[in-house]
């Protein structure tokens, strides 16, 4: 069992998400910084489709009922047990021993992978937690959550994976819907620099400061993919985060790869954000050097 | 425009039919999303009006020749749903016309409130795909006598049960949330639980039938 001791602000239970019910409208849910969840669970030992602990607002402050790894990852993390200890590491926690989960002000989202993964019952084949639905609840104080068995011990402590760049810089690809935007809209999609709303969610990143005008005409509502930067009449782009809804009917000028991601999901609203235009190979050698960086940090468990 | 399929990201591709509504490529837009999911089972698809998402992990199979496969798919030219000839469920609504925008729908329609329910619960439905959110199914075809635009700027906050109509669509929306359609009315029915076995109400294909209460 993980005893939650505080619970920060709307902490909820994530995987990688729910991919089996797309076509009854069931958003996929899970992490919104996909990368930083799957670098926890390797850390500790899990396989990659284990659920951590996507944590939003502190104090954070957990303890285990028997020995485990843990590992904590996002845009400026560590944890504290007795010293404190940098993030995007695994350590060795005794059980019973309280560990305070730190995030600096410029992390959205911190992820908590506990070596076994958080155990509680999937539903509809996944436990990301997608509270719209009642899919889930927010974790609160007192919480107790079983955990899966697990082999890690302390020599599987001291593993580490480099961090994302968390910079305000997004490669994407254009469209699927680039052909209902002028070439001048495109161009300039992809030289302004734009600045994250406070109305950010899970559900999507919406972008101020410079509007971009689809072409006048309807547009069917087609499938969505966590990614996509929707722009709607006022010209003010969202990009699509894990809870996006599972179909839309905007035009999407552009699409960020699926290694950048977790960059757009951490931007904190005030802060600037850009997109560099790539095509499909770099997207696809971006991932395959995350997914790299996994396994070299992978712990053996 | 020309059937195509174009890239979404490294992870997907969409298969792009047409641009507007027509019953028959809703058909094979679900048609392919099945066989997507079916025989070549790369990931899940998402069919809409005229389109279907294609999702694939590109660590697996490599997106050229995942794109290779949905060109050969499209040039199979149209077919329709696996499912085409299974027998169609019906689905009956209870509903309540009380809707805030049902007195200015049929003011706009230049029908009377009565007529305007009879039209609309006078008919039966076909459940063309789902989205938006969990268990939303978009439903057609409206009498085309019934004029229901969507708002120019949408609702903050819309209860879960309502009945609602847009541009030759009705649906009822399963969870609170925003939303620009016309409001005519609302039921009961729990249109997605999360903890059944069969979690959406309605299934795409579906027979859906309004019953004024």
Redesign the interface.
């Known amino acids: 069992m993980i005893r939650i001791n505080e619970a920060g602000l709307r902490s909820t239970v994530q995987d990688r998400g729910r ?9 996929p849910a899970g992490a919104a910084d996909a990368f930083a969840l799957a670098a926890a669970n390797a850390l500790v030992g899990n396989a990659d489709d284990a659920a951590g602990i996507e944590i939003i607002g502190a104090p954070f402050r957990f303890s285990c009922d028997d020995a485990r790894v843990v590992a904590v990852t996002g845009r400026d993390v560590s944890l504290t047990t007795r010293s404190r200890l940098p993030g995007w590491s695994s350590v060795f926690v005794r059980a019973g021993q309280v560990v305070t989960v730190n995030l600096g002000e410029r992390t959205r989202f911190g992820y908590l992978a506990v070596s076994g993964g958080i155990a509680t019952a999937p ?2 084949g996944s436990r990301a937690s ?1 509270l ?4 889930g609840a927010p974790l609160r104080s007192g919480d107790v959550l079983p955990l899966g068995d697990t082999d890690a011990g302390a020599e599987d402590a001291a593993h580490r994976i480099d961090p994302i760049t968390y910079d305000g810089q997004a490669r994407a ?1 254009a ?2 819907h680039d052909g209902r935007f002028d070439a001048e809209a495109i161009a300039r999609f992809f030289a302004a620099t734009f600045v994250v709303e406070p109305a950010s969610d899970r559900q999507g990143v919406r972008l101020g400061g410079v509007p971009i005008a689809p072409r006048p005409g309807e547009l ?6 966590a ?2 930067v929707q722009v709607p009449r006022g010209g003010a782009p969202i990009v699509l985060l894990a809870d996006h ?4 009917g905007y035009p ?1 000028i552009a ?4 290694a950048d991601l977790g960059k757009v999901a951490q931007r904190m609203p005030g802060e600037s954000l850009r997109f560099y235009r790539v095509e ?1 190979d770099e ?2 050698a971006a ?2 050097a995350q ?1 790299r960086a996994l396994d070299g940090g992978r712990v053996s468990a | 425009m020309k059937p195509r399929v ?7 591709l ?1 298969v ?1 039919l047409g ?3 027509q019953e028959n490529v809703v058909g094979w837009a679900r048609g392919i ?1 099945d066989t997507w999911e079916s025989i070549f089972a790369f ?11 294609l ?1 694939f992990d ?2 697996r199979v490599a ?1 050229t020749e995942a794109e290779r496969l949905a060109n050969e798919l499209l040039a199979r030219g149209e077919f329709t749903a696996l499912a085409v000839n299974e027998p169609r469920r019906l689905i009956e609504i209870p509903t309540t016309y009380d809707g805030p925008d049902l007195a200015a729908t049929a003011e706009r329609s230049q029908l009377g409130v009565e007529r305007l329910v009879a039209l609309h619960s006078g008919r039966e439905y076909t459940a063309y ?8 199914a ?1 439903c057609g075809r409206l009498d085309p006598r019934i004029v229901a635009p969507r708002h120019a700027r949408p609702r903050e906050r819309i209860p879960a049960g309502t009945v609602a109509i847009a541009d030759g669509q009705t649906g009822v929306y ?2 609170a ?1 925003p939303g620009g359609w016309q409001l005519i009315g609302r039921t009961e029915l729990a249109m ?1 639980d ?2 059944a076995a069969e ?2 109400r309605i ?2 294909g579906d027979r859906v039938r309004f019953v004024p209460l």
């Not at chain 1, 809804?245 to 839309?248: A, D, F, I, L, Q």
């Open positions: 991919f089996g019910h797309l076509r009854s409208g069931v958003p539903v509809l997608y719209p639905a009642g899919v690809m469209g699927p069917q509502s087609c499938g969505l993919v990614g996509a809804g599972t179909t839309g999407v699409t960020v790869i699926a499909r997207a696809l991932l395959r997914r | 174009v890239p979404f990201g490294e992870a997907a969409l792009e641009d507007e509504f999303a990931g899940p698809a998402v069919p809409a009006y005229t389109s279907a998402l999702r590109p660590l997106p795909f789902l989205g938006f959110m969990p268990g939303f978009y399963p969870l949330s997605f999360p903890s979690p959406v299934r795409a």
